[in-house]
């Protein structure tokens, strides 16, 4: 095998709300407890609301980025955006805002693309407005809508008890419609926690927290692996934390099931070595390695459908064909792992000049 460069990898929560939206706690509370749990990073996403936009920066060894959630007048096709210091207009449908993002040189990751649930108290909010290809990124597993879609199908005590004990996996459409946009293009998949730290009166009598913000920092997780280490220059290391969601070298954990610091997922022939986000020349003698922190069940994807799979703390598979590969790590039938693609493209063809 060849050389291998260094990774760094940061681990953090997606999709948080605080006060200044429906949340519960305050940034400085929140990041407080980010850091009993050594997270490296924070967004956070209020509605429609950058109030403290100025929050931003390096805390310690954590990294907090301030966006916020647009929705549409109708309430559904929520978007996360990052980079901008004040909120877009909230009359504006949702292709006109995911334009604008990409405009201004911002980030854009659909929200909760197909939430689908009978609970009239809390309706779904899915993404309709599929007519665009100017989204940056798209949550493939989000904890509250996996929750409240539970929560519907009548576990409601199993549920409120056990907020995290009942994720299994990520929505099966939202992989498949993953799985097909990044046939045309690179689209991250993230995991986010959406956190709100809600508050709920249970069977009348009492108040419960049924989401605190300790168990949301511990459930599902999006890891980044750099090649450079982020510099303690917060400008620099935001650009290249955006850099790096958008070159797709990410993976997400459920942390319940484990910690998975330390998953790698690579590709190499004899001519190149590539990692999660990257491309590489398909080639007869190319292969797929894995390495867990844990033993697990390690399922290889390709374009969408499952081709091979294993047990076990490391994997090695052959790329038998170009296609778009990422893999799944399972315990206990759980879904633990999730990581975004590598691209295998088909070997250039060099024109013959005596045809011509």
């Known amino acids: 095998m060849q050389k291998k460069s260094k990774l760094y990898e940061y681990v953090g929560i997606i999709h948080i709300h605080t006060t200044d939206s429906d949340g519960t706690k305050s940034h400085d ?3 407080k407890l980010a850091q009993k749990y050594e997270l490296d990073f924070l967004a956070f996403t209020d509605h429609m609301n950058l109030a403290h936009k100025n929050k931003e920066g390096w805390y310690n060894k954590t990294m907090v980025l301030i966006g ?3 929705e549409d007048c109708s309430e559904k096709n929520h978007y996360l955006i990052f980079g901008l210091n004040k909120p877009l207009p909230d009359d504006l449908d949702a292709k006109t805002y995911v334009k604008r993002v990409k405009q201004v040189g911002g980030f854009g990751i659909i929200a909760h693309p197909d939430e689908s649930r009978n609970f009239p108290k809390f309706p779904p909010l899915p993404w309709t407005e599929w007519d665009t290809d100017e989204f940056d990124g798209i949550e493939i597993w989000n904890h509250m809508s996996a929750w409240l879609e539970g929560i519907a199908e009548g576990n409601k005590l199993k549920y409120l008890l056990n907020p995290r004990k009942l994720l299994s996996s990520p929505p099966k459409h939202s992989l498949i419609t993953w799985d097909k946009l990044n046939m045309k293009r690179r689209v991250v998949g993230i995991g986010s926690a959406d956190a709100h730290g809600f508050r709920l009166k249970i069977l009348g009598l009492f108040w419960r927290t049924i989401f605190p913000y ?39 954990s459920n942390h319940r099931w484990g910690d998975a610091r330390g998953f790698r997922f690579w590709a190499e022939s004899p001519e190149k070595y590539a990692i999660i986000g990257d491309k590489i020349k398909f080639h007869n003698d190319l292969w797929l390695f894995i390495e867990a922190p844990e033993k697990a069940r390690i399922v290889l994807i390709k374009n969408g459908k499952k081709v091979d799979d294993a047990e076990g703390k490391f994997a ?13 790590l399972w315990k206990n039938e759980k879904g633990w792992i999730f990581s975004n693609h590598i691209r295998v493209h088909k070997t250039s063809r060099k024109r013959n000049k005596k045809s011509q």
């Open 316 to 328: 090695r598979f052959q790329a038998k064909t170009p296609g778009i590969y990422r893999v799944e």
């Open 68 to 70: 916020y959630e647009h």
């Open 29 to 31: 509370d929140i990041i």
């Open 214 to 252: 300790s168990v949301e920092l511990c459930s599902i997780r999006t890891h980044i692996l750099t090649k450079r280490q982020f510099p303690r220059d917060f400008a620099p290391a935001k650009n290249q934390f955006f850099h790096t969601l958008r070159q797709c070298r990410v993976f997400i």
